[in-house]
């Protein structure tokens, strides 16, 4: 088992910012941590609920780049999908559940009953694996007929409550919003800053696994819109914190059937009258979000990096 440094967190930190970068002890602890300590330094091992997710394969994706890219030869991908659940969605819910986990065990005045979601798929598969492995229960609220049967599969097998609803995400989005604020329900989508707390340590993964060189690019799927937020504060974070130098450029991708991101980032609008659309079919489902509710995040991430929006057919 590794050392576990959350209380020395404090002290690391300070010898980090005052130490002379390449042979600075501290420097070279700080850069091997990697969750714990930067998310929920605070908690008591015994409530971590992990599904020993983290570390997924970053590889070189050479032939991608050069055959179908015009001959960039240094494409790398990130594959956030192999684990447990096959979501990429596993980074956040870990650090979401061990502090429900976490809270479940104090004295709360509202005690937690369970959580919920609306989900495209991917948060409902992952919220049931973690809370079936924490004992806690969940309710998801699905589009009917939009998620793939894989992704169905999971809350169902996982014994959560699947409501399977007929209106879109959004539709889904707003009656989970009306829900958990009259019920002792916590809300798991990923506005939730824990949620976001944990992804962003995707970001750092990748930094460790560059060997703390820093891509000139990263491009991140968008759909909710809190993964790229999400990957702006692990980038700016290790900046801060003096691990790297400088964060790469972000590039947010959307379906051009889900794309309001993409359509407020085109029609300069200096960011101000965000119009959201009734999302259309798309074979990325995990993405057809019309009403996305982190798009402030995103813009902040955005601009933050100097990043771009694309789409994709
Ligand atoms: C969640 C998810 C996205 C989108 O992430 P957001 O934070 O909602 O923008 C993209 N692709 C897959 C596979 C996902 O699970």
Redesign the pocket.
Known sequence: MREDFSRKMPDLLCQVAGGEAADNEALQIVRKLRKKEFVLPEIDSDHIVSLFESNSNLFWAERLGREHLDGMNDLWVKHC?ISHTG???DLGMTVLVSQVNRLRRALLSRPIAGDGCASTG??SAVLSAYYAAAGIPAIVFLPADRISLQQLIQPIANGATVLSLDTDFDGCMRLIWEVTAELPIYLAN?LNSLRLEGQKTAAIEILQQFHWQVPDWVIV????????YAFYKGFEMCRVLGLVDRVPRLVYAQAANANPLYRYYKFKSGWTDFQPQVAETTFAS??QIGDPVSVDRAVVALKATDGIVEEAT
């Open positions: 999908g979501s990429f969605k991917d948060t990923s799927p968008g759909g909710n819109l809190g993964n790229i995990a993405i």
